[in-house]
Nanobody, 112 residues
Framework: QVQLVESGGGLVQPGGSLRLSCVAS????????MSWYRQVAGKERELVAS????????NYVDSVKGRFTISRDNGKNTVYLEMNSLKSEDTAVYYC?????WGQGTQVTVSS
């Protein structure tokens, strides 16, 4: 069965960095678009970034452009989200997504 397992969240100060990882299994990873979403309690889940199957193209929500980078390693069935210059408004649960499938989420808290 499809599994998406995120890791790498935590508490970081404003201006800091984190790298999230999502290890996928149960499908042919190298053929699927992968995405990261985030959700704040009481708000709708928001698409943060997506990356094509080959990794050749990606797109981002405006609020993270220039600060976040999505990448993938098809040999390791893993998609990453490198987050730099973090702001308090980036605080959320971050989810890995492929089609109808979601990971369990990893909490990112940006606070001094």
């Amino acid at each position: 069965q499809v599994q998406l397992v995120e890791s790498g969240g935590g508490l970081v100060q404003p201006g800091g960095s984190l790298r999230l990882s999502c290890v996928a299994s149960g499908f042919t990873f190298s053929t699927k678009v992968m995405s990261w979403y985030r959700q704040v309690a009481g708000k709708e889940r928001e698409l943060v970034a997506s990356i094509s199957a080959t990794g050749g193209s990606s797109n981002y929500v405006d609020s993270v452009k220039g600060r976040f980078t999505i990448s993938r390693d098809n040999g390791k069935n893993t998609v990453y989200l490198e987050m730099n210059s973090l702001k308090s408004e980036d605080t959320a649960v971050y989810y890995c997504q492929m089609g109808p499938f979601w990971g369990q989420g990893t909490q990112v808290t940006v606070s001094s």
